[in-house]
């Protein structure tokens, strides 16, 4: 059998070496069109920020060893340029010779990934202005920054890419403006939980503009760029980083006649097949089925794409292994001190689909609060009705993935808030508390879910009829202080049960603490007294969230 | 409703809370024999260690708040020592004024934990010998070393409250003994997964004493002791811990006639009732339900005991909860610099049972290599013929108590390695590889259920028929310098298809190399080239580990 394989990253490499290891026989020629294969792609930003020190780190798997190891004939600086599926042949530029060839297939696996999204903003292909996607981008970035002595960026764009971007640019001392077009960054969040990576990226010195896009780039006599932005202001830099999301490499697929799906990605079947069967894709230029929503979507990450690389190797051999191209959108990613993950949908996409949903925040510490260094978690989970879990998020300085990889897990189960009630993980002291915070996240949502407790939410409060309602915050006096809901009046908890008679039975009771523990216990009480009450999920803590808003321009 | 607990700590004071949560109108009394309720046990040895500074940390919730905000009737340094049945009352003495009252009871919630092992050695309750269960102790210990100003410990029995003793103790400046007499600490572990811990604790300057125990105990006339062991050997040093193990507290439930269970554990049912359907019991003093199977078991953990505290409640006021039972024995312990933590069962309890097992080794890095500070995590995983989980261990510096988590989650829903092999896990060079370690896990094991890599085990190599077989390790000759498994003939992989004449087709081929990945490459292509072969499971790193012993005398 010969099987050619187009891209030689985290899908095309996996799925070579794999191949090899099931089939000795089999000849296998891998193209890369770029100079490098299975490049440590998702490293690229650490060393501009200096934390990768050698560039020989960020090689992961040098073609030599793919030949020597893999009997792999590896094709750098080669670009298939054209597939004729009639003829099972392919097209091949040389980009270093120029000369053009062709070779037949049996099976075509085509692993050509995304590329950096291109505007067709003014003055985009000025010097110094940059994207990130391989080796040799990153490379350049980097020269560039000591040639100019560059100390001032701007990264247009606040995703996975582009905050890491930021992140390591102003490790490296540089000005860093992060300019990103929504309303916020990391957009896997929703807007609330990506508030506390705002706050954080401000207080390290990033110049944080949201709700504003680049519409211009001009170059001056010294080199230094300016970038005019759609709210008319205009910042002065020594380049530009463009981050502005990704768009899958579909050049091949349309070319040769193969079904395109969602975002234009290439439509597969659960073994990977494209509507030819004899070409089969994986990795970013494809859609998968989302685990939750069940439609199809594209997740560009590197572990759906490795995954993918071993699962399509199967079968093109006639295995049958069809689970791979299910992905639940597992992320996480590294914002100066702080760690955010998530997984599953989040309330934006769920408000957009007919899903019917609830959610719970919680803000739970990292381990035992007795044990020094403990920090807080904050959380939010999305769950239907009968309790599947749909989707959750989650920031903190520690022991923060491994809550969305415990949640992943059950996902993947299609398993409920009860069942996280039940979940028995690792605890001692420095690690984790002997209810973890998955368990609270289960013990609130069913709380909710069974009646005992209901919610409210930050974002309801201007919707409630004041009138008909009363505020109270249950935290002690000099914790109201430091702020709460507005109108709220203040009964402790531990004075609640004296001063009932303070509240009127006919109104509607809403009730806040700090995070929303104690106000469970208030409403709890309030409800056995035969009160209307509802508890602010995640308390102030979350009704701060909600409700921080940033100015464009941060002091 | 009128409810009596017996018991303040993690199972009964959350018993106590949530009853008040689900029902206002409850009358509760909590009763406990100590002085103290609700306070962290498991950090206890962290306070002597220095780790924990104030002793008010210990204290979690303070009587007078479970008073005041959950109306709750404690009673502290009130011991129950009798049940009446029949009559439903209990009989109380309080320790402070010596009187003894009795009490009625609707429902009666046993939560008595369990007491350390004391065994009859001679001169055991002589001044400076400790048992470590509550503040109290603790306190004491604490006092006592810096009245007599102790420099040195020994510490009897190698479990969680030995280890977490030996390293604080340690940390402190002491010079420890650590006496167990078994042939390793930390039994959840295997043996050789327990190597790299005594490897940590003897590197870490703590004298480590396998497989022998303490036999007598003297006084000096300076308040020194002499720790006579069964080996024949004397340790001098200034005091002694005690950690030999816990034993559940079965004197109320034996003197009530309630059926007992496996190591005299009181046994109940799905709804912790007990043989007498209005008494119930949680904690370290129950049986549960292993998971993995399905038999009654001791497994005395903190996190397992705050769920059945929760669970109890509801069920004790009517609502059915019959999943708390079951446990898998999920835990970590901080040991110096490295992590260990299990779940389910392990290779010694397999090896008894009747249950078919497999096992496969790995040692994957804690995150991405090429992102700085990746350490690599020791991991083994038991599973049965038809790939269902039975149980795994992991040994490493960080991020490692996460893939026990993960493992821990699978194991709930009745995974298999297949399950392992499809997680969709958090990514990001900091955090993870993009084949996470628990990814790596499942694909081994796959791949040995699936014949595409027959393994052979360490400890099986004696066995193995010299004449007929031939050991080959394909590692680099540099790497091979560093030591190999007996008679191996070095055939690096890279060299190995042009190297397969040298391979006698008629003996069976045993493959390794330095922690299994290259090994199976070699066992792929020489499989398919129609030898006979096997791949070191773990590689030499696992064969290390095996084959490590530690003589009683440290250097």
Chains 1, 2 share one sequence.
Do not use: W
């Amino acid at each position: 059998m010969k099987i050619c394989i187009v891209g030689g990253v985290a899908g095309g490499a996996g799925a070579a070496t794999k191949l090899r290891r099931l089939d000795e026989q089999a000849e296998i020629i891998l193209f890369e069109k770029g100079e490098d294969i299975s490049y440590a792609n998702c490293g690229l930003p650490y060393y501009i920020g200096g934390e990768i020190k050698q560039k020989e780190a960020l090689l992961v798997t040098p073609p030599a060893l793919l030949r020597k190891r893999f009997r792999i004939d590896v094709r750098t600086s080669s670009e298939v340029t054209q597939i004729h599926p009639q003829e099972k042949v392919i097209q091949i530029r040389n980009h270093l010779t120029g000369e053009s060839y062709t070779e037949t297939y049996d099976k075509l696996v085509l692993s050509p990934g995304a590329s950096p999204k291109k505007f067709s903003i003014e003055g985009i292909d000025l010097p110094g202005i940059f994207t990130v996607r391989n080796v040799r981008n990153t490379l350049e970035i980097d020269e560039y920054i000591q040639k100019n002595q560059v100390n001032s960026c701007v990264v247009a764009g606040g995703g996975f890419i582009g905050v890491e971007m930021a992140e390591n640019l102003r490790l490296r001392g540089m000005e860093v403006t992060l300019v990103e077009f929504t309303n916020q960054i990391m957009a896997p969040l929703d807007r609330e939980m990506a508030n506390i990576l705002h706050q954080e990226i401000i207080s390290k010195g990033v110049n944080l503009k949201l709700g504003t896009g680049v519409s211009k780039l001009e170059s001056q006599s010294d080199h230094s760029l300016i970038v005019s932005l759609t709210d008319q202001s205009q910042i002065h830099c020594g380049m530009v980083v463009l981050a502005m999301g990704v768009t899958p490499e579909n050049g091949l697929a349309q070319q040769a006649g193969l079904k395109l799906s969602v975002g234009n990605s290439i439509q597969v079947n659960e073994f990977f097949q494209t509507s030819n069967p004899d070409i089969y894709a994986v990795g970013d230029a494809i859609a998968v089925t989302h685990g939750v929503s069940g439609e199809e979507a594209l997740i560009s990450l590197a572990g759906p794409a490795n995954r993918q690389g071993r699962s399509v190797a199967a079968n093109v051999l006639g295995q049958h292994q069809t689970n791979g191209k299910i992905a639940y959108g597992s992320s996480v990613v590294k914002v100066f001190d702080l760690i955010a993950a998530s997984v599953g949908l989040n309330e934006k996409q769920l408000a957009k689909s007919n899903q019917n949903y609830l959610k719970t925040y919680v803000h739970p510490f990292s381990h035992a609060t007795y044990y020094p260094g403990a920090t807080q978690i904050s959380m939010k989970m999305l769950f239907a009705p009968d309790g599947k879990i749909l989707g959750a998020q989650a920031v903190g300085a520690e022991n923060v993935e491994k809550q969305i990889d415990v949640i992943a897990t059950v996902m993947k189960f299609g398993g409920t808030v009860y069942d996280l009630e039940e979940l028995e993980l690792c605890y001692a002291p420095p690690f984790n508390s002997a209810k973890s915070p998955v368990n609270m996240l289960g013990f609130t949502a069913a709380n909710i879910l069974k009646g005992e407790m209901p919610v409210f939410y930050a974002e309801q409060i201007p919707q409630i009829d004041q009138e008909n309602s009363i505020f109270v915050d249950v935290s002690t006096p000099p914790e109201v202080l430091m702020g709460t809901i507005p109108n709220a009046i203040n009964i402790p908890l531990d004075e609640l049960r004296e001063r009932l008679s303070e509240l009127d039975p006919n109104k509607k009771i809403y009730v806040t603490c700090r995070v929303g523990l104690r106000g469970n216990i208030a409403t709890r009480i309030l409800l056995q007294h035969g009160f209307d009450v509802y508890n602010l999920s995640g308390g102030y803590k979350t009704y701060r969230l909600v409700n921080t808003t940033f100015s464009q321009e941060n002091p």
